[in-house]
């Protein structure tokens, strides 16, 4: 199947700092890329909708200025988490679609 | 909203076949139902895809039934490897569309 490359696999941050994860797909390009988040026990949330050249499609409850997402090309989506706090702590997933969606290996973020 | 309905928890004997079960009864006739499975702490990976046929791949076969309002995923020869948790997703093919995902079923895979 399609590779999905994200980095960093983990990062750890103090309270108040910027984040950006970086979603990249490596052997195809995809127009639409999709941003997850999961809480330890959870399922995955889908967070928004990023759109190669467009602005991104927030879900319900997502807050788009703490959550920058920019999808500049076709193989790479970065999300921004801004002033990150403890509870922003969580596990971040993306995805790229060929159209079958293939996800990354996920980024850990701890807030400290 | 998930549309999809999955047992919380199931147990397989390794070497023995894995049944997953998903009920799907609100599915509309374009939706295709669709399996992932997570592996601790790892991105979901896709496993199979189907409309109304049973289909088979390297990794498992689909059976939907005639109504379409349920399916099975089988992994004909489960290894611990397999243990993780099976998400049912129905989603309209080719579209780019979201994924919704349910709570999904966590498989355990027992020597």
């Known amino acids: 199947g399609a590779v999905v490359s994200q980095h960093p696999s983990r990062v750890i941050c103090k309270s108040g700092t910027s984040v950006k994860i970086e979603c990249r797909s490596l052997d195809f390009q995809a127009t639409t890329m999709f941003w997850y988040r999961q809480f330890p026990k959870k399922s995955l949330m889908l967070m928004a909708t990023?759109?190669?050249?467009?602005?991104?499609?927030?879900e319900q409850g997502v807050e788009k200025d703490k959550f920058l997402i920019n999808h500049a090309s076709l193989t790479l989506s970065t999300l921004t988490v801004t002033s990150a706090h403890p509870e922003d702590s969580s596990f971040y997933i993306c995805?790229?679609?060929?159209?079958?969606?293939?996800f990354g290996p996920g980024t850990r973020l701890t807030v400290l | 909203d998930a549309k999809t309905t999955q047992p919380p928890s199931m147990d397989c004997a390794e070497g023995r076949a894995a049944n997953l079960p998903c009920n799907h009864s609100?599915?509309?006739?374009?939706?295709?139902v669709y399996w992932y499975r997570q592996i601790h702490s790892q991105g979901p990976q896709y496993i199979i895809h189907g409309l109304k046929n049973n289909e088979t791949n390297e990794m498992a076969s689909l059976i939907i039934t005639e109504d379409r309002k349920s399916s099975t995923l089988i992994l004909p020869h489960a290894t611990l490897r397999d243990t993780a948790v099976y998400y049912c997703i129905v989603r309209i093919y080719n579209q780019g569309g979201k994924l919704i995902f349910g709570q999904g079923t966590e498989l355990s895979v027992k020597p």
């Open positions: 609100t599915i509309s006739g374009n939706e295709y």
């Open positions: 990023s759109n190669e050249g467009s602005k991104a499609t927030y």
């Open positions: 995805s790229a679609t060929t159209p079958e969606q293939f």
